[in-house]
């Protein structure tokens, strides 16, 4: 079975700890694709008509090749799943995808069956997953998003705004842009767009409309490589960019100054940058080659770079080992600078029983001090420090010295947020990541946990106006989480995509094409 890749997309991506699948089409290749996920730092690339892919360089025979139908390129169902770490199943007349094995003939099977069956009779016509709308920004009454269009010759991408309930129409931006890596800062929209052949950095202005250049870009276009981020620290505006294919290439980051860039340091995949004072703190990522020495403190007025943290430790790396033996390394971006010490995640990479914790790092002396027992996730909040227990799952706190350690929550959680001075999560009901279940909150101020939802969610999402569900099954919609716990259905619908901003959310039906705001 055959199926666009926008689909393959939707169906292996989530909004959870597993990052987000994206597709990479260039002209100069009509008939090459190369999906990635830079969470998993994996790589698949397909050739129309190749009975062989490559996942991170290597290559792999495969029983049915790629097609291009109707000016579109289609990959093998199950092949393309299992190479995104999926597995395919069949039930009753439905492909199940999952990534893991499920018992057909429970009755919680039967149940969702008969339920998506009765879903799937729907008369309406899903929104064509080739061409999504993808919400972008808010701005008062307005909402932005992008619409895609395939051409014979390309991908192009359009900016959209629909302002209350009004008709939709396109904003007219010179040039040729790059909608997808597009940032809203503040009131204005920051994206990358192609004029006469030369690479800009223009910013939009979401309440006037209006356009500025905000800097020239030099020796890069966007067939070059993407934009990795855009990201304002301190007042000032820094850009990071992808050259190259993404198991050799490299990035760059740069800072906006006086109208153009200039560079700051160089990576083969940055992780995390922070900036204090007149430093810049960095990890990376190298997983072709040695992981360890990978933190730097870059001295923004002396222009120079420097290693610190101890000798063979890796930084914001998270270390897994498989019962089998196998181990796995995914990037956290989890970076503090705090009173002059450094907050990141760290393990002994020389020592294979080590596994990855938070360490306290002085950069004046390169000491550091292990603060936390083995986790994969970690946040400051005031004077102490937050983090997942690695051999209980629990929500648990230390003082940044490393005493006074305290378990939150006797639960295992995922998804953890803080906001405010609250931890939200969800309930991990499994061994798996996505075997997530009601979500809770605890508050930090008088250590009680409260349970939000009445049912399982797909996500869920705060902001200065409250805490949203997105469910789906035999009720999907958006769940607004009232003060004493219950939940309000705003949304009575199947929902697609879920974008959150400072003003609200902004979202998209699988049976209606268009961008929608809760406020």
Do not use: C
Request: glycine share 10%; aromatic share 10%.
């Amino acid at each position: 079975m055959l199926v666009p890749i926008r689909l393959l997309e939707t169906l292996t991506s989530s909004d959870q700890e597993g990052g987000r699948w994206e597709t990479i089409w260039q002209p100069k290749q009509p008939d090459v694709v190369t999906v990635r996920n830079a969470q998993l730092k994996r790589t698949v690339v397909f050739t129309v008509n190749g009975k062989t892919m490559t996942m991170n360089g290597e290559s792999r025979g495969i029983p049915v090749a790629p097609q291009k139908i109707d000016g579109r390129i289609m990959l093998p169902l199950r092949t393309a799943a299992e190479a995104f770490g999926q597995r395919i199943d069949w039930l009753d007349g439905l492909i199940v995808i999952g990534d893991k094995a499920f018992d057909p003939h429970s009755p919680e099977t039967l149940a969702a069956k008969e339920s998506i069956k009765k879903m799937l009779t729907d008369r309406r016509k899903p929104v064509n997953v080739d061409q999504p709308d993808t919400p972008l920004a808010s701005y008062g009454a307005s909402v932005f998003f992008i619409r895609y269009d395939y051409t014979s010759s390309a991908l192009v991408e359009q900016l959209m705004v629909k302002t209350g309930g009004g008709n939709e129409k396109a904003v007219k931006l010179a040039g040729k842009p790059v909608l997808s890596s597009a940032k809203a800062i503040g009131d204005e929209l920051y994206f990358v767009m192609e004029v006469e052949g030369r690479a800009e950095l223009a910013a939009y202005h979401l309440g006037k409309g209006t356009v500025r250049l905000v800097a020239k870009i030099a020796d890069w276009k966007p067939g070059d490589g993407w934009v990795t981020g855009i990201k304002q620290m301190g007042g000032e505006l820094y850009v990071v960019l992808h050259y190259g294919e993404i198991t050799m290439g490299s990035e760059s980051l740069y800072k906006v100054d006086s109208g153009a860039l200039k560079k700051v340091s160089s990576a083969k995949s940055y992780i995390s940058y922070e900036k204090s004072g007149n430093f810049l703190y960095t990890t990376d990522f190298t997983p072709m080659f040695s992981v360890a020495d990978n933190l730097y403190r870059v001295d923004l007025v002396k222009g120079t770079s420097s290693n610190i943290g101890k000798s063979g430790y890796a930084y914001g790396i998270d270390l897994s080992v498989t019962p089998g033996g196998g181990v796995g390394f995914s990037s956290v971006d989890a970076l503090y600078v705090k009173d002059g010490s450094l907050f990141v995640l760290g393990y002994d990479n020389q020592n294979p029983d080590d596994r990855s914790a938070v360490y306290r790092i002085n950069p004046a002396d390169n000491s550091q001090v292990r603060v936390t027992p083995p986790t994969s996730r970690f946040w400051l909040k005031d004077d102490r420090i937050l983090y997942i227990d690695a051999s209980t799952g629990y929500l648990e706190s230390v003082k940044h010295d490393g005493t006074d350690r305290r378990t939150l929550v006797q639960r295992k959680a995922s998804n953890v947020t803080l906001l405010g001075g609250d931890l939200y999560y969800m309930e991990l009901t499994g061994d798996n990541l996505f075997d997530v279940g009601h979500v809770y909150r605890y508050s930090l101020s008088d250590g009680k946990e409260t349970k939000l939802s009445d049912r399982s969610a797909v996500a869920y999402y705060g902001n200065k106006n409250g805490v949203y569900l997105w469910a789906d099954g035999y009720e999907p919609g958006i769940y607004r989480v009232e003060s004493d716990g219950r939940n309000t259905r705003l949304v009575a619908d199947s929902v697609a995509a879920v974008v959150p901003t400072d003003q609200g959310l902004l979202y998209t039906l699988t049976y209606q094409k268009g961008v929608f705001a809760l406020k």
